[in-house]
Every structure is written in structure tokens, then in C-alpha cells.
């Protein structure tokens, strides 16, 4: 259980043009997601906090305008890259949020390769 | 108060050795504790976690010690073999925000 997809694995785009990510839990339903963004060699920096239903919760520096977060069911969220620029190419991992009798753990999905050209 | 220290960056062990890798924190805040395998080019998979009222836990081959007073806690690979190798996160959470803050990583390498 707990599985978390990604789609697409790897995207190649030019500069300026708008990249969407989908991320989807696949066995359970997710009232909170999570985006990341991982340089290579380096740890996962939280980007944003999704929430279905509602508007995302950004992470200081951040840019809301840049990278657009839609939550609009309880197994789909979206990451989409806006007037993407060479900048932007990293790693983006998402995770779903599932409570247990423990704690409220986290399990990612594979993970986005961009490169913007 | 927000950050996560873990050491070492990397770790090369021999094929049955116990490679050991240490985190530490200051916000007392922190109540869940897990730990990440990251592959490259894939996403972390939830190793083992543990809460502050206890000391160890075992999961399999992997151990968790906690020291709630020096506010430390490290991860034991028991017989590590080369499938091992990949990068290590610790993290760390505390109830309500539902936030992980990872820690650096460490590169872990098992010589067959």
C-alpha cells in the first residue's frame, strides 16, 4: 500500500514554455501532498504544502507565480512549472501524506527530471 | 533551531560491516523521527521511524537509536551488503505542521 506516482519521470523543455507534473497517490486517498525539489548531491528542499481543496501553502522563497500547485482531488496534485528557464532543471519529488496509528508519514513518488534548454 | 546536522557526509564499509550514521537536533518540538533510502534518479522510501518515548527500534536489518536528553540519533545497518549503497536522510517532524525537515544526507557505499 501507499503508492505515490509520478508523471512524466523525465521532461526535456525549452526555455519560456510551461511544464506540468502530475503526482498521484494510487491506493489511498491524500488530503495533504508535498513537492520537493532536489539538486543533485543535495537534500530535499520542501517547495510547497498542498492541500485538496484548497490554495497551497508556499515555503519562503518560493515563487507562487512560478510554480502554480493545484490539489483537486484527493489522489491528484500538479506542479506546474511556469516560463520555465535553464534555473529551474532539478529534481522534483512529491509525497502524500498518510496517517497511521504512528504519525502521519510520508511516502514519495519517484520523482521529475527537468531540463529546460 | 529548525535544521537537522547529520554526519557523515559518506561512509564506504565492507560487505557485513555496521555502517552507523548520526543526527542531531536542537528544536524539542520534534516528535517523529523517520528514516529515508534514496536510489538515484528515485524517490526516498520510508525505511524505519521512531517517536521520542522510545530508545530503539528495530526494523529488519535496520536500527534506530534515540537519545531524547542529547537530542541524537543515529542509524545502524546490521550486516550491510552492496544493495545497501545509496544515500541515507533522516528527518525530522513535529505534530501538526505534518512538515518533514531532512537532514544532508549521507552517500553510503558497501564494498562487496
Known amino acids: 500500500g501507499a503508492v505515490v506516482s509520478q508523471h512524466p519521470s523525465r521532461v526535456i523543455c525549452k526555455s519560456g514554455t510551461s511544464v506540468k507534473i502530475e503526482c498521484r497517490s494510487l491506493?489511498?486517498?491524500?488530503?495533504?501532498m508535498f513537492w520537493y525539489r532536489q539538486f543533485p548531491k543535495q537534500s530535499l528542499m520542501l517547495m510547497a504544502t498542498s492541500n485538496e481543496g484548497s490554495k497551497a501553502t508556499y515555503e519562503q522563497g518560493v515563487e507562487k507565480d512560478k510554480f502554480l500547485i493545484n490539489h483537486a482531488s484527493l489522489t491528484l496534485s500538479t506542479l506546474t512549472v511556469t516560463s520555465a528557464h535553464p534555473e529551474d532543471s532539478s529534481f522534483y519529488i512529491c509525497?502524500?501524506?498518510?496517517?497511521?496509528?504512528?504519525?502521519?508519514?510520508?511516502?514519495f513518488g519517484p520523482g521529475t527530471r527537468l531540463t529546460v534548454t | 533551531q529548525q535544521q537537522v546536522k547529520q554526519s557523515p557526509q559518506s561512509l564506504i564499509v565492507q560487505k557485513g560491516g555496521i555502517p552507523i550514521i548520526n543526527c542531531a537536533y536542537e528544536n524539542t518540538a520534534f516528535d517523529y523521527f523517520p528514516w529515508y533510502q534514496q536510489f538515484p534518479g528515485k524517490g526516498p522510501a520510508l525505511l524505519i521511524a521512531i517517536r521520542p518515548d522510545v530508545s530503539e527500534k528495530k526494523e529488519g536489518r535496520f536500527t534506530i537509536s534515540f537519545n531524547k536528553s542529547a537530542k541524537q540519533f543515529s542509524l545502524h545497518i546490521m550486516d550491510s551488503q552492496p544493495g545497501d549503497s545509496a544515500t541515507y536522510f533522516c528527518?525530522?517532524?513535529?505534530?501538526?505542521?505534518?512538515?518533514?525537515?531532512f537532514g544532508t544526507g549521507t552517500r553510503l557505499k558497501v564494498l562487496a
Open positions: 491506493d489511498f486517498q491524500a488530503t495533504t
Open positions: 509525497s502524500a501524506r498518510v496517517d497511521t496509528s504512528e504519525y502521519y508519514e510520508q511516502y
Open positions: 528527518a525530522a517532524c513535529t505534530s501538526g505542521t505534518y512538515k518533514y525537515i
